[in-house]
C-alpha cells in the first residue's frame, strides 16, 4: 500500500527527471541534425532526387519534371540492362557549363548537397548497348539493331521515323555503327531522338579525324541510378513503363573489349 506521503517523492522525481533534460534548443538542433544525417543515408544509399533539365527524354520525361533516381540495385551487384533510363555524371564535354545548373546561393547547394533539392550536372539517358553490343542504324524499317536484332522502340522514342527516315541519332545520319561496347560501359541515347546530345553525337564517324574512338560509351562507375519515379508534377507522377523491346537481343559480353581505351587501337573499324 502507497500513503499519501510517498505522492510528493514521485512528484519530485518525475521533476528532477524533467530538469536534467536538453533544454529546447539543443533538442531542435539534435533533431535538425538527425534529419540532415538521415537526407545523407537516403541519397547516397537509396533515392536521390535530379530534375529534367532538357527535351531529349521527351515523351517520357518533359523538361523541368522532377524525378527520383534509385540506387539501390547498384549495392547489390546490378548492372545498367538494355531500355534501362539511368542518370548519369558527364563523361566529360558531354554538358556544357550553361547546361550545369546547380543552384546558385548557398543554402540552395546546401539543401542540394543532401538531396532535399533536385540536382542539376547530371545527363539522363537510356540503355541501348550493354558490354559487347554491337548498335547499327538502321535497318530497311528505319530501326536501330542491336546484335543484329531490330529494337521496335515505337513505345517509347518521341519521333516518326518517317520524319527523318529513321531512329537515328540528331545529327541525321541514318548509316552508321558502333561498338563493341566495352567492359564496365554503356551506349546511350535520348527517346527524342532528334533533340539528344547523347553517344551518337560522340562517336566517330568514317573520316573524322578530330575525335577520340571510345568517347561514346558512358562508364558505369559515372551512373548515379536507374530512373524510379516522376514526383512532379503531379499529372506526370508514376514510373517508367516497362519495355520488353530488347527482350529477343542475344548476349554478346564475352566479345566485350577490356575498355574503352582499347577502341584506340582499332580506330575506325569499331564506330563510324
Known amino acids: 500500500m502507497t500513503s499519501d506521503s510517498d505522492e510528493p517523492t514521485t512528484e519530485r522525481s518525475v521533476g528532477s527527471s524533467r530538469s536534467r533534460g536538453l533544454p529546447l534548443w539543443a533538442e531542435t538542433v539534435l533533431l535538425l541534425v538527425g534529419a540532415v544525417l538521415l537526407a545523407l543515408l537516403i541519397k547516397t544509399f537509396l533515392v536521390q532526387a535530379f530534375f529534367i533539365p532538357s527535351v531529349s527524354m521527351e515523351p517520357g520525361l518533359e523538361q523541368d519534371d522532377r524525378i527520383l533516381v534509385e540506387k539501390w540495385s ?21 554538358l556544357t557549363a ?12 546546401f539543401f542540394a548537397r543532401i538531396g532535399l533539392l533536385p540536382t542539376g550536372g547530371h545527363l539522363v539517358k537510356r540503355v541501348i548497348g550493354v558490354p559487347g553490343d554491337v548498335i547499327e542504324c538502321c535497318d530497311e524499317q528505319g530501326r536501330l539493331t542491336v546484335n543484329g536484332v531490330p529494337i521496335d522502340e515505337d513505345a517509347y522514342v518521341l519521333e516518326d521515323k518517317a520524319v527523318r527516315g529513321c531512329r537515328g541519332p540528331m545529327t541525321g545520319n541514318c548509316e552508321w555503327s558502333a561498338g563493341p561496347v566495352p567492359e564496365g560501359t554503356v551506349f546511350v541515347m535520348g527517346d527524342n ?13 568514317e573520316g573524322e579525324t578530330e575525335c577520340v574512338p571510345g568517347d561514346e560509351f558512358v562508364p558505369v562507375d559515372l551512373i548515379t541510378g536507374r530512373l524510379w519515379t516522376t514526383v512532379w508534377p503531379f499529372e506526370n507522377f508514376g514510373g517508367p513503363e516497362e519495355t520488353d523491346a530488347f527482350a529477343d537481343v542475344p548476349d554478346r559480353s564475352d566479345d566485350a573489349p577490356d575498355s574503352a581505351a582499347a577502341l584506340l587501337d582499332t580506330a575506325g573499324s569499331g564506330s563510324r
Open 74 to 94: 547498384g549495392w547489390f551487384g546490378g548492372e545498367p540492362e538494355r531500355g534501362d533510363v539511368v542518370v548519369f555524371e558527364d563523361p566529360g564535354g558531354w
Open 98 to 109: 550553361g547546361e550545369v545548373d546547380e543552384p546558385t546561393n548557398p543554402l540552395g547547394s
Open 193 to 205: 531522338r532528334g533533340n539528344s546530345a547523347d553517344s551518337t553525337v560522340h562517336m566517330c564517324l
